[in-house]
C-alpha cells in the first residue's frame, strides 16, 4: 500500500503511479500533495526526489491527522487556506467534494474553501452532458462543469476529467466552441488532471492504418497471374485506385481499361 494515503488500489487518474524504491512505496500525486513534504531538485533521489527520512516523517505526522472525509487517521493533505485546519487522504478528495490543483504548487482545498466557476449561468431545464450525453444537474456544481467561453456546454466533472486524461493538454477543448486557451485554464483551477502527453488514441499508431494505401485488385474476377496482391509498375497490370475514394483498385486488363488510361472509378463511386 502506498505509505501515505494507505491505499493498495487507488484510482491512478488522480493518485499517479505507484512508485517503490528500497522499501518505500507511494503514489506520485500523494507526495506531490502532501502538506510539508519537501522535494529535491533530483528526481534520482529517493522516490522522484522524495527523500525517505522525509516520507517517514510525513507519515508520522498524518497518524496525529483524521482525514474530513473518511475520518480515518493518517491524513496527510491539509487545506490550502491559512486558517483552515482541514486534512485529508488524496483517494478521498473526490468523494468527498475536495479540491486538489495538479500545477505547481500543488495547492490543496477542503470543500469549504475549494474553488469554484466565477460564471453565473445555470443548465437550461433538460441540458445533458456534452460528453455522455446524460442529464446534468439544473444548477452548477462539484460535480457539474461549463465552458467558460461559450457558456453552452455542460459537464460531469468525472466526464470532463476522463476527456482531459484522453486528450491530454495537446488536444483537448471544448466540443462545442473548440476553446482551448480559456477552457483549459479554467479546468486547472477547478481541479482537473491534465497531463502533458500525446493523445492516448495516437498510442501504438493506432491510426497508422489510415495512411497505408489501398494495394489490391478488386475486380470481379483478377486476371493477372500473380495474384490480387501484385501489380507492376506500368502497362496492363498497373494498378490503378478508384479516384474518388481510393478504397478499391483495380489492374487495367481486370477491368478492360487501355493502357493510356490513368483514371477509373469504382462501382459505389461511378
Sequence with gaps: ACMLCRRAEADPDMCGEKLEKGGLCAHVFCMFFATLLPRQEMDRVGL????????????????????????????????????????FHLPCAKEGGCVNLYVTPFSSFCPEHRPEQEVEVTPEPDTICSICLEPVEDRMTFTTLVCPMCIRAWFHRDCIQGQAMSAGLLCLKCPLCRDSETFLVDLFLLGIRIPFRLPTWEDNDAFAELGVRHGQCNA??????????EAEEEGPWQ????????????????????????????????
Design 48 to 87: 522522484m526526489g522524495f527523500l525517505p527520512r522525509d516520507l517517514l516523517i510525513a507519515v508520522r505526522r498524518a497518524a496525529q491527522k483524521y482525514c474530513c472525509v473518511c475520518g480515518q487517521s493518517g491524513a496527510t493533505i491539509m487545506c490550502s487556506v491559512p486558517e483552515c485546519d482541514r486534512w
Design 220 to 229: 470481379r474476377d483478377c486476371l493477372y497471374p500473380g495474384g490480387r496482391e
Design 239 to 270: 494498378l490503378l485506385l478508384c479516384s474518388s475514394c481510393a478504397a478499391e483498385g483495380t489492374h487495367r486488363r481486370c477491368s478492360g481499361l487501355r493502357n493510356s488510361t490513368d483514371r477509373w472509378e469504382c462501382d459505389t463511386c461511378a
